[in-house]
């Protein structure tokens, strides 16, 4: 199946499909190619009805900057939501949302279509935010200019998790936020009753999100500094009793918050 991305934006130039643009390049140029994902950028320009094409106007009550006006954004949704049958998952990007985590990124990766509205200047006209009805989301305590860039974080971050998107190289990532390791370094399924047991030892419950642990690659010895001796030691459940019990330090150390 794939997953169809359609933004909303007045900079749809920031969606290039091709290298060097943001998701032209990596795992995202591969799930496309690999059919899993398809994205299309549209100009709410186009859906400006007014002499100057103008997207924007200026705040009642007075104030500094602009607000994105109603009319455009609500046509734009109706228009593209019909290029498709599937139903499309409305999504704003705003500082004020809830913010995006691994999770969300699981749960977004399991929906047909995503239809993002990038704001821009000061925001976007509450009525029409009203009106729409759409999933707020932010991507942190900070403020963008636009909705571009948040909305490009959250396609990587939802994409690479498409079955299919990882190659051979990366499909054993076991990564921070995500889920406990169920396969071995060799990909192998995770001994059930070992994984209890450390889980047990550790007093991890088997839902909890950890950081990653730290990895290491050749050569074994740089600048006096060696390699972990366990994961030179083709022990598979050693290595996977070091990595959880890494994991689990980092995560007590720098974001307790998660457990
Ligand atoms: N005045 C607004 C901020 C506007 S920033 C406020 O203070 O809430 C302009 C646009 O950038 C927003 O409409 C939104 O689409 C985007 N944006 C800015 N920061 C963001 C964030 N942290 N997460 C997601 N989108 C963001």
Redesign the pocket.
């Known amino acids: 199946m794939t997953l169809r991305f359609d933004i909303l934006t007045t900079f749809p130039e920031m969606f290039g499909q091709e290298a060097p643009a943001a998701l032209g390049l990596s795992i995202p140029a591969r799930a496309r190619t690999a059919g899993v994902v398809e994205w299309h950028a549209h100009n709410i320009r186009d859906w400006a009805h007014n002499k100057h094409d103008r997207t924007d106007d200026r705040p009642f009550g007075g104030g500094p900057?602009m607000v994105?006006s109603c009319q455009p954004i609500w046509d734009a949704v109706h228009a593209v939501e019909a290029l498709d049958s599937r139903p499309a998952t409305r999504i704003?990007?705003?500082?004020?949302?809830a913010p995006?985590n691994q999770r969300t990124a699981e749960d977004l990766a399991r929906a047909p279509r995503l239809l993002l509205?990038?704001?821009?200047?000061?925001?976007?006209d509450e009525r029409v935010i009203e009106a729409l009805s759409p999933r707020e989301?932010?991507?942190?305590?900070?403020?963008?200019?636009?909705?571009?860039?948040?909305?490009l974080?959250l396609m990587d971050a939802v994409i690479r998790l498409l079955p299919g998107a990882l190659g051979d190289d990366d499909s054993a990532l076991q990564d921070s936020f995500g889920p406990l390791p169920t396969t071995d370094p060799n990909g192998e399924p995770v001994d059930p009753g070992l994984l209890a047991r450390l889980l047990d030892e550790f007093g991890i419950a088997p839902d909890t999100r950890l950081l990653d642990c730290p990895h290491f690659t050749r050569p074994r010895v740089w600048e006096g500094r060696e390699v972990p001796e366990v994961l030179l030691s083709g022990d598979h459940g050693a290595v996977l009793r070091w990595r959880l019990e890494q994991a689990l330090a980092r995560t007590k150390a720098r974001r307790p918050d998660l457990l």
């Open positions: 900057g994105m704003l990007l705003t500082p004020q949302g995006l509205i990038a704001g821009h200047y000061e925001g976007v989301i932010s991507i942190g305590d900070y403020v963008l200019s636009g909705g571009e860039l948040a909305a974080v």
